[in-house]
Nanobody, 123 residues
């Protein structure tokens, strides 16, 4: 089992920045990649970004490219999501997830999920 704990959400104004953190514990050796997803009220959960655990390859949704950066610190078993130039449409609950497979863009492929952290961007 892998446990994931997110932190760093909050309320910011349009154009502001936030950094989310996700600390993994347990059988982290089984993790192939980690990702961030988000879910706004009344909408489906959507892919935001992912990073492979060993090689550090990164993937982004078109809506966040150039504004968000995903990174990892393997020594701390932690993944970060730096979010810059935030927009009201980025408002959502952000979830950290870990997968043992290579299907990084699909929520159903992720085996472990954090509890979520709220990000609210005011206009």
């Amino acid at each position: 089992q892998v446990q994931l704990v997110e932190s760093g959400g909050g309320l910011v104004h349009t154009g502001g920045s936030l950094r989310l953190s996700c600390a993994a514990s347990g059988r982290t050796s089984s993790i192939y990649a980690m990702g961030w997803f988000r879910q706004a009220p009344g909408k489906e959960r959507e892919f935001v970004a992912a990073i492979s655990w060993s090689g550090g390859n990164t993937y982004y949704a078109d809506s966040v490219k150039g504004r968000f950066t995903i990174s990892r610190d393997n020594a701390k078993n932690t993944v970060y999501l730096q979010m810059n130039s935030l927009k009201p449409e980025d408002t959502a609950v952000y979830y950290c997830a870990a997968t043992r497979t290579g299907l990084l863009l699909v929520a159903a492929a992720y085996d472990y999920w954090g509890q979520g952290t709220q990000v609210t961007v005011s206009s």
